[in-house]
């Protein structure tokens, strides 16, 4: 189960990237808008829809909480967990008793969990069909390792700075695939750091959620 936490994490959108091309404001403004979302989105919390490249679906909720923190809770189709601490993300698979850690600005989601990251030297808007919609794909051309993502927003009156997440590739390395849908999203809930805790199933031999 670990290689599909491993691919939420590795990181254009795909139910978004079919889309026809039209006119859009600038792409230096978009880049802003986006920059100005990410850095207003103290908190958000979220139900998600994970997509494999095999095309199998993983449901969960998302918590974020800038900068750093986040949490991937998997439903019972899956017995995963990932945790992002400010520091680094954590990928559990209870079904094994296997953990794996890495620092966040290793990943494709570096992008969205720092919010003072100059997306003007890695951010390329993807221009969609709707002007309401917004792309933008991220990538460290000097460190291809790191992987590629591609996040979507929507324009919506009352979201931080106007904008809401609805979702994102990721691309790794090795051309690993997997698309994250967002619905239900909530912005500047209360959310507790303890919400960012887990068990360590090597020493605790059991779930730990």
């Known amino acids: 189960m670990l290689r599909y936490a491993l691919a939420i994490v590795s990181a254009p959108l795909a139910f978004a990237a079919s889309v026809p091309v039209t006119a859009q404001q600038s792409p230096a403004d978009d880049i802003n808008a986006i920059s100005n979302h990410l850095r207003a989105m103290t908190t958000m919390t979220a139900n998600f829809t994970q997509t494999s490249r095999n095309g199998q679906l993983l449901?969960?909720?998302?918590?974020?909480?800038?900068?750093g923190r986040i949490r991937f809770q998997y439903g019972k189709e899956a017995n995963l967990l990932i945790v992002g601490d400010g520091k680094a993300l954590t990928m559990i698979d209870y079904e094994v008793n296997q953990v794996q850690r890495w620092p966040i600005k290793n990943s494709p989601l570096g992008a969205l969990l720092n919010p003072e990251r100059d997306l003007s030297k890695y951010g390329k808007i993807i221009p969609t069909r709707n002007p309401n919609v917004l792309s933008v794909e991220v990538r460290d051309p000097k460190r291809p390792e790191y992987g590629v993502i591609t996040m979507i927003f929507t324009k919506v009156a009352g979201a931080p700075a106007g904008l809401r997440l609805d979702g994102w590739v990721s691309l790794?390395?090795?051309?690993?695939?997997?698309?994250?849908?967002?619905?239900?999203?909530?912005?500047?809930?209360?959310?507790?750091?303890?919400?960012?805790?887990?068990?360590?199933?090597?020493?605790?031999?059991?779930?730990?959620?």
């Open 172 to 209: 790794d390395s090795k051309n690993n695939r997997t698309s994250i849908r967002l619905s239900d999203q909530k912005f500047g809930v209360p959310v507790a750091n303890k919400a960012f805790n887990w068990t360590d199933p090597r020493r605790k031999g059991r779930r730990g959620r």
């Open 59 to 67: 449901p969960g909720k998302l918590t974020l909480k800038q900068p």
